[in-house]
């Protein structure tokens, strides 16, 4: 099938980095393969994460098939996009659906993108792993490639305003080397191994990051260890139990 809608989303994107002016750094891209199906794996700190992780397969001349939540589908502005682009549904509630989808999809040669921490993590460092990502890369034989996304948080984050206007942000992509499933004994060792790396990478995007706070009231971006006002790993742990007790129950 044609790709109708991929394309002139890619294109509208980069218009916009270029009038927003943002400094986007990508190191790694060409362990991105040409052909053949692997997953993106990558860290989750923005609901903006998925562009730029898309952008680190462009010189791979690559369009990657995000999992991404139900809802995102259903949503009568986002919906036509993510169906038009072949993104992949996941039904929390249902997941085997979505997951049998993505492994067909890594069969055929697609290259798909997943977050393997499944929600936005808080406190800006790499939360645990869902063992997802390991176990549809093992079951369809293909490579999985770590990816750390630094900076897209400051442009639109959880609990934080959306700044999409905001110019000149730097913006880091790193993709770590192919992770080969034949080299683990099973999926859970590759999780492990993967959140190893992913915490590398992250660790170094944020280091050598270009920029630093603007002042005292400007370090919420940055996590505890590197001097920031972020929730902590277990803050940000107690902030979802509460948010999603209040959404169960929110009379309580």
């Known amino acids: 099938m044609p ?3 991929y394309p002139p989303v890619i294109a509208a994107a980069k218009t916009m980095f270029r009038v927003l002016d943002l400094k986007i ?4 891209a060409h362990h991105v393969p040409r052909t053949g199906g ?25 369009l990657v098939r995000f999992m991404a939540k139900k809802s995102v589908f259903t949503h009568k502005v986002s919906g036509p996009l993510m169906r038009g682009m072949r ?19 890594l069969k055929r040669g697609e290259v798909v993108g997943v977050f393997p921490e499944a929600t936005i993590s808080r406190s800006f460092t790499v939360k645990e792993l869902k063992s997802g990502t ?8 293909v490579p999985v490639l770590p990816m750390a996304l630094w900076g897209t948080q400051r442009l639109w984050t959880k609990g934080r305003p959306r700044t999409l206007t905001r110019r000149h942000t730097p913006i880091t992509i790193l993709i770590g080397e192919p992770m080969d499933p034949a080299d683990y004994p099973d ?6 191994d993967l959140k190893t790396r992913l915490s590398a990478l992250v660790d170094r995007a944020q280091r050598n990051y270009p920029d630093a706070p603007a002042g005292p009231d400007d370090t919420w971006w940055l996590p505890v260890h590197l001097g920031g006002t972020a929730p902590t790993l277990e803050e940000a742990a107690a902030l979802e139990v509460r948010r999603r007790a209040a959404a169960v129950n ?3």
Not at 87 to 105: F, K, Q, W
Not at 134 to 141: F, I, N
Not at 187 to 192: G, H, I, P, V, Y
Request: proline content about 3%.
């Open 3 to 5: 790709e109708l809608v």
């Open 25 to 28: 750094t990508i190191e790694g």
């Open 38 to 62: 692997a997953v993106l794996a990558s860290n989750h700190v923005s609901y903006l994460d998925f562009i730029f992780c898309g952008l680190g397969a462009q010189e791979s001349k690559r």
């Open 87 to 105: 993104h992949i549904p996941v039904d929390r509630r249902a997941g085997a659906g979505s997951y049998a989808t993505a492994v067909s999809a």
């Open 134 to 141: 390991t176990r549809m890369a093992s079951e369809a034989g």
């Open 187 to 192: 999926a859970n060792a590759m999780t492990a």
């Open 250 to 252: 929110p009379d309580a």
